[in-house]
């Protein structure tokens, strides 16, 4: 049956700009400056995508409101959002560890994060089935103290936080299966019981030294942290193993009010910072594993926030699977490389890539019964 699925976009968002750089430091001028990774190209790809298609056709596009100061000051310090204020008003600048920004990138940051309080908001109230909000800059590594990797404000922590100050006893799952570790999103959580992390990401990819399979809370939180740090080359049963294996079965035992997926697409193959082998129906067997538990679960609530992908060429199509899946929609469009990349060797479980599923899976028993 056919879902109201909400889509937040807004063209502003996509004039975002990082500047031409790479991921190296720029300063040394070995080599020639290009445009940065995360760029507005694969997300416009998306959106273009998705209109020639007629799927926009059927989904309910939504305002953007940007966030309120009140809003990030949920989750950010207040020397931090001054800093970044003032230098977006300012032009450029970097607000963290591989976090450049240009001017007006404040603006445009609060109505990423706005994208995702409505979104969560207006899937709580039931007036949307689910949603999927295309925004950027991405938020999922950004910290309460600074930016980081091309994020800037902490979309998804964001939106938790203004939905908790309504519903103070709400219970959230955020499932992030961008190939980065979602560290902010880890970091404002990691003393709380109300809601679990869980991140599947590639092993010590980005940031270094995060992601953890034994990073798992602290405190009230000890427990409601998982980490799925996957091998490189981690392909089709690798992902939807971890889903059946681990995440399904923690969202039946912490039973959430919620579902957010942190919805990056750099687990793709052909992208150029993460060496995983998915492809776009892998990504819709995913999408439609948690609907299915949302279902079960938390009466179908699920939103989907864009963070990561940078393959121009790939992101669009494993979108667009995910996005018809939520809408319960089917195009005509059909992507030429996913069989192809079903066929590749090392698509089936590897006993190395079980033994890190196997390890995720005894942390189910920290979580205590709801």
């Known amino acids: 049956m056919k879902k109201k699925t909400g889509f937040y976009y807004h063209e502003l968002c996509m004039w975002h700009d990082v500047g031409s750089r790479c991921i190296f430091d720029a300063a040394q001028l070995y080599y020639q400056p290009k445009v940065a990774y995360e760029n507005p190209e694969t997300k416009r790809r998306l959106k273009n995508l998705l209109d020639v298609s007629g799927v926009t056709d059927g989904l309910k596009s939504m305002p953007a409101k940007a966030a309120s100061l009140e809003d990030l000051l949920r989750i950010h310090h207040t020397s931090y959002i001054e800093k970044l204020q003032k230098g977006s008003e300012l032009g450029a600048g970097e607000s963290g560890e591989g976090a450049p920004f240009s001017k007006g990138a404040f603006e445009i940051a609060k109505l990423s994060a706005g994208m995702a309080i409505s979104a969560v908001d207006q899937v709580m109230s039931k007036t949307l089935d689910n949603a999927y909000c ?20 902490a979309n998804i922590p964001i939106a938790i936080m203004a939905a908790q100050a309504k519903h103070p006893k709400m219970r959230v799952v955020v499932v992030d299966w961008d190939v980065h570790h979602g560290n902010g999103t880890e970091e404002a959580f990691y003393d709380r019981d109300d809601v679990l992390t869980i991140s599947i990401h590639h092993d010590n990819n980005f940031p270094i030294d995060s992601g953890a399979i034994e990073d798992t809370g602290e405190g009230k939180g000890k427990g409601y942290n998982i980490n799925i740090p996957l091998p490189a080359g981690s392909g089709i049963d690798a992902y939807t193993g971890v889903i059946d294996q681990v995440v399904v079965p923690a969202i039946e035992k912490f039973q959430p009010d919620l579902i957010i997926v942190a919805c990056g697409f750099d687990a793709a193959a052909l992208d150029p910072l993460g060496p995983m082998i998915i492809n776009s129906s892998c990504f819709r067997k995913m999408t439609n594993k948690l609907m299915r538990i949302a279902d079960k679960v938390t009466d179908g609530r699920i939103v989907f926030v864009h963070e990561g992908g940078y393959s121009e060429s790939y992101v669009p199509f494993c979108g667009l699977a995910v996005i018809e899946e939520l809408s319960q929609q089917t195009s005509l469009v059909i992507d030429p490389l996913d069989k192809e990349i079903s066929l590749w060797g090392q698509q089936d479980m590897q006993p190395h890539q079980q033994q890190v599923i196997n390890a995720a899976k005894a942390l189910l028993n920290n979580i205590k019964p709801a």
């Open 134 to 153: 295309l925004g950027r800059p991405p938020g999922h590594h950004a910290q309460a103290h600074q930016g980081n990797g091309f994020c800037l404000l």
